[in-house]
């Protein structure tokens, strides 16, 4: 399928594309490069990649496809000291969770030469580093396309091969809506892990020290995307904080309002408004996105 990728970023996502592309035989030289050297040696010596890279500039000459899997603070320098040195008609592509920021971010450094598609695997976990990653990660998920004017229709179609013969289910949308969505489905909840946490650290020692021995399923299961990685999630949340402010709103009104309904013992409200919840939730079990 290409001839040459390079893959910047061998974290978790990045690690699992290297492994997709391997094991499927789409790239016969896939690149590797990682401003953590450690990060080097440990894809090395699982074999994710042929070459890798200690030189940003150097990692990405001659490629077809350069997928940008780091952080989404980080574009905009990635993206200044790469696209000089891509070749005409290379694509860009990357896994951010933010797609509108990411594209402000990026265009200021793009040439006429490069088609870029911004992507985002709905997939992942709260691991991190080279060896958290497996091709069936993808697997049956979802890839969310973002294209517009910067990018061929030949570079969207391959793009949406790659991800497809990766095992995922891929649809398009504008970057706005697919923000928005996210803020919904994926950065909203890891922001409620996240407070969970932090809201059991300030409890007095010896409370605390009782929610750590004694916590079951219930704190468990719900604060596990707590445990991501800090600096994504803290880029994540501060480039959609738009769309984020406005959901998180909105589940505060919903919190208070349950809150309300406890305080004024409004059983039958209670026993409605979970039932309902409990529905949406089976439906979401139903459609197997685990």
């Given at each position: 399928m290409f001839d040459k990728v390079t893959i910047i970023g061998i974290g978790m996502i990045g690690s699992s594309v290297a492994l997709s592309l391997r094991?499927?035989?789409?790239a016969k030289e896939v690149v590797i490069y990682d401003h953590n050297h450690d990060y080097l040696i440990e894809a090395e010596s699982l074999r994710l990649g042929n070459v890798y890279e200690k030189d940003l500039e150097k990692s990405v000459v001659n490629s077809d496809v350069v997928i940008i899997c780091t952080p989404v603070k980080t574009f905009y320098e990635i993206t200044k000291v790469i696209c000089p040195v891509m070749k005409k008609g290379a694509i860009l592509t990357d896994v951010g969770s933010v797609k509108d920021e990411v594209i402000k971010q990026v265009l200021?450094?793009?040439?006429?030469?490069i088609c870029f598609?911004?992507?985002?695997p709905v997939?992942?976990?709260e691991k991190?580093?080279?060896?958290a990653g497996f091709k069936e990660v993808f697997h049956g998920?979802?890839?969310i396309i973002t294209p517009f004017d910067k990018a061929t229709k030949e570079s969207i179609l391959?793009?949406?091969k790659m991800w497809e013969a990766f095992g995922m289910?891929?649809?398009e949308m504008t970057p706005l809506h697919h923000d928005r969505n996210m803020a919904i489905v994926s950065h909203l909840p890891h922001m409620l892990a996240y407070n969970m946490v932090f809201t059991a650290s300030k409890l007095e020692d010896e409370f605390e020290s009782e929610i750590i021995k004694y916590s079951a399923g219930g704190f468990r299961d719900s604060t596990r995307m707590a445990g991501s990685s800090p600096e994504m999630w803290r880029d994540i949340f501060l480039t959609n904080s738009k769309a984020l402010f406005e959901i998180m709103e909105s589940y505060i009104n919903n919190l208070r309002y349950m809150q309300k309904l406890i305080e004024d013992k409004e059983a039958d409200k209670l026993y409605d408004l979970f039932s309902e919840t409990k529905e949406i939730r089976n439906q979401v079990i139903a459609c197997k996105q685990n």
């Open positions: 094991d499927n035989k789409l200021p450094n793009l040439h006429d030469g598609v911004p992507a985002h997939a992942g976990s991190s580093g080279p060896s998920r979802w890839n391959k793009i949406r289910k891929v649809e």
